[in-house]
C-alpha cells in the first residue's frame, strides 16, 4: 500500500482555508475581518509558493481589501449615546426575549423589573441600541452591575471602554464613585479586567470585580 505524504506547503494551504472559514464564523466584523486577513495573507503566499498566481492574487486582492476596510472602522467616529430605560418599557420586554439566549450565557437572571434598579439604560451606537446597563444600589457610593451586555455584533470592547470611561460623570453626578461585579462567568470576568476592574474578595471570600471612578 502505498503511503501518503502531505507536505509542508499542501499544510500551509489547509491552514489558510481554515483561517478563512473561520473568519466567516464571526459576528463582530472587526473580527471577521482580522482574522480574514490573516488567512487571505496566508493563502496568497501559498498561491505564489505553489506558482499558482491567480490564487496568489486573487488573495492578495482579499488581504488589501480587508486592510482598507479595517482602516476604514479605527478611522470611523461612531456615536455613542446612553438613553434611560422606561419601566414597563415593551421594547426592553421584546429585547429580553430576543436575547434571551445569549443573556442565559452570561447569568441566570433574564427578565429585570425596573422598577427594583437604581440604574438602566440602553447603550446606543450610531442610533442602534447595542447593549444593556442594569445596576442596583449596593451602598452610598457604590452600585452592584446586575448586568451589562452587548448584543454579539458589538462586542469590541468600545462600549465598555464608553460606559465605564467616557461617561464616568453620569455615576458621579448620582453620587456613586464605585462600581462592583459579582460575576461568575469566566468571559465576562475577562472582560471587566480588561477594562479596568479589579479583582477582590470581600469578607466571606466570595470573589468580585471593582472600579473605582474617582
Do not use: C
Not at 155 to 161: E, S, W
Not at 165 to 180: A, I, R
Request: glycine fraction near 6%.
Amino acid at each position: 500500500m502505498e503511503k501518503v505524504t502531505i507536505n509542508w506547503l499542501e499544510w500551509l494551504g489547509y491552514l489558510a482555508s481554515l483561517i478563512v472559514l473561520i473568519s466567516l464564523l464571526m459576528s463582530s466584523i472587526i473580527k471577521l475581518r482580522w482574522i480574514n486577513l490573516i488567512g487571505s495573507s496566508i493563502f496568497s503566499l501559498y498561491g505564489f509558493l505553489i506558482g499558482a498566481l491567480p490564487v496568489g492574487f486573487m488573495n492578495l486582492g482579499i488581504a488589501i481589501i480587508n486592510v482598507y476596510y479595517l482602516y476604514k472602522i479605527y478611522q470611523y467616529k461612531e456615536y455613542f449615546k446612553l438613553l434611560p430605560i422606561d419601566a414597563g418599557s415593551q421594547y426592553f420586554t421584546h429585547f429580553l426575549t430576543f436575547y434571551k439566549e445569549e443573556l442565559e450565557k452570561y447569568g441566570n437572571k433574564t427578565s429585570f423589573d425596573m422598577k427594583d434598579y437604581e440604574v438602566s439604560f440602553y447603550i446606543l451606537r450610531n442610533m442602534v441600541p447595542a447593549g444593556v446597563f442594569i445596576a442596583s444600589k449596593h451602598n452610598e457610593n457604590t452600585l452592584e452591575i446586575e448586568l451589562d451586555f452587548a448584543i454579539p455584533e458589538y462586542r469590541d470592547f468600545k462600549i465598555g471602554n464608553y460606559i465605564y470611561d467616557h461617561s464616568k460623570h453620569f455615576f458621579t453626578e448620582k453620587g456613586y464613585n464605585t462600581l462592583v461585579s459579582y460575576t461568575t462567568n469566566e468571559k465576562q470576568m475577562n472582560y471587566l479586567k480588561k477594562i479596568g476592574f479589579s479583582e477582590q474578595k470581600d469578607g466571606r471570600g466570595n470573589l468580585y470585580f471593582k472600579k473605582e471612578l474617582n
